[in-house]
């Protein structure tokens, strides 16, 4: 990853697009850097554990370098803004969850209206350009602990992901990881021929 690259720079060329969500997601990965005082991850020496996969999760991919392809980004389905974000070398995570929000700020509201329609006139598309730098100079400053509540917890931190075999499924002729196949006497069959 080129890392000469600011953090905010790296987040919006990985997502594609800057958004409310993403912002989030830059400032998570800001204060688990500072909080934990780690660097962005080479070879699985941070592990971060997500339970949202929305938007602010790319974030945490391109600045903290945890990802899905290395095996050090888990996603945990449980429709949440919570990161937790541990280090392998100092052996400390933090867990920082979004506060709960009973009323969105109206920017972020009316941003992701606009951003809803296929067509936008001239003047809805000046709005959405006002508004998103209004969203952006407010997220960007806000004082952490307005916006994230956080932990330290206890690391688990698993092996570094292994490498498994890959077999022969039976019915599709595909290949597939072994641990994910089913047996079928002899067998292998793989998830999408069961
Ligand atoms: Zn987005
Ligand atoms: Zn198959």
Same mark, same amino acid.
């Given at each position: 990853m080129c890392s000469?690259? *600011? *953090? /905010?720079?790296l987040a919006i060329q990985f997502h594609g697009h800057i958004c409310p969500g993403l912002l989030m997601g830059v400032r998570v990965a800001e204060f688990a850097r500072d909080y934990l005082d780690i660097s962005p991850d080479r070879d699985e020496e941070l592990l971060a554990i997500v339970e949202t996969d929305s938007c602010g999760v790319d974030a945490i991919q391109a600045i /903290? +370098?945890?990802?899905? +392809?290395?095996g050090n980004l888990k996603f945990r389905d449980f429709g949440k803004s919570v990161y937790t974000i541990a280090s392998r070398e100092k052996n400390r995570a933090v867990r920082i969850a979004q506060k709960y929000q009973p009323h969105p700020h109206p920017d972020n509201a009316r941003f992701r209206e606009l951003n809803l329609r296929k067509e936008l006139t001239e003047a809805e598309a000046a709005e959405k350009e006002e508004l998103l730098g209004s969203i952006f100079e407010r997220l960007m400053t806000m004082p952490f602990a307005e916006m994230f509540d956080w932990r330290e917890v206890e690391p688990e931190i698993p092996a570094k992901a292994s490498i498994f075999p890959t077999v022969q499924c039976s019915v599709c002729g595909e290949g597939v990881m072994e *641990?994910?196949?089913? /047996?079928?006497g002899q067998l292998y069959v793989c998830p999408d021929c069961v």
């Open positions: 000469n690259m *600011p *953090p /905010l720079e /903290l +370098g945890c990802t899905f +392809g290395k *641990p994910r196949a089913c /047996l079928n």
